[in-house]
């Protein structure tokens, strides 16, 4: 299977004005389950990025050799959702104080990330990082790097809790208290 990094703008079907964001923050499934739930946000696409490795599969990913992350590529219609809220939800649906584990998953490949597409969202995650710091008794270990090439992930894994039944039943991502 060819992975193809996702292309912006002129994707047919997306307002003039469409942005991306990218965030890593565990399993890409939920992840990618919260932002769908967002007014605004036009589509979820989950895959890796941040890693060495060009093109890789979920195997590569979880042996921890690409440094690539599970992560979410977002993209949104800035006159209705902002990249703050973006942020804020980021912040909100994981625990940013667990390096390289949330819940039960463990290795690199599960680490928190905010990966900026520009100046503006640098500065943002960097903003929000601080004031998000002043409410957590651990330090937040999350990475705010430039974005990279995003690998989109297999076909399987995209919408996995729509396609598994998940989504009906309500399934929510658990927040540690340990935050």
Not at 47 to 63: A, H, W
Not at 106 to 127: K, T, V
């Amino acid at each position: 299977m060819t992975h193809l990094p996702n292309d912006l703008p002129g994707t047919s079907g997306r307002p003039d004005g469409a942005q991306r964001a990218t965030f890593a923050a565990g399993c890409f499934w939920g992840v990618e389950a919260a932002f769908r739930e967002l007014d605004g946000v036009l589509d979820v696409t989950v895959g890796y990025t941040g890693g060495k490795t060009p093109d890789p599969i979920y195997e590569q990913v979880c042996s921890g050799a690409t440094g690539h992350a599970e992560a979410v590529e977002v993209i949104f219609d800035p006159a209705t959702v902002s990249y703050r809220q973006l942020l804020d939800t980021f912040w909100h649906i994981h625990n940013p104080t667990t390096r390289n584990r949330q819940g039960w998953d463990l290795g690199s490949q599960y680490r928190s990330a905010i990966f900026f597409h520009d100046a503006e969202q640098e500065r943002l995650a960097l903003a929000t990082r601080e004031s998000e710091q002043e409410s957590l008794v651990k330090p937040i270990v999350t990475e705010i790097v430039p974005a990279t090439t995003f690998y989109r992930a297999e076909e399987y894994h995209q919408r996995y809790y729509d396609r598994s039944g998940y989504a009906a039943c309500g399934v929510t991502i658990d927040v540690p208290s340990e935050r």
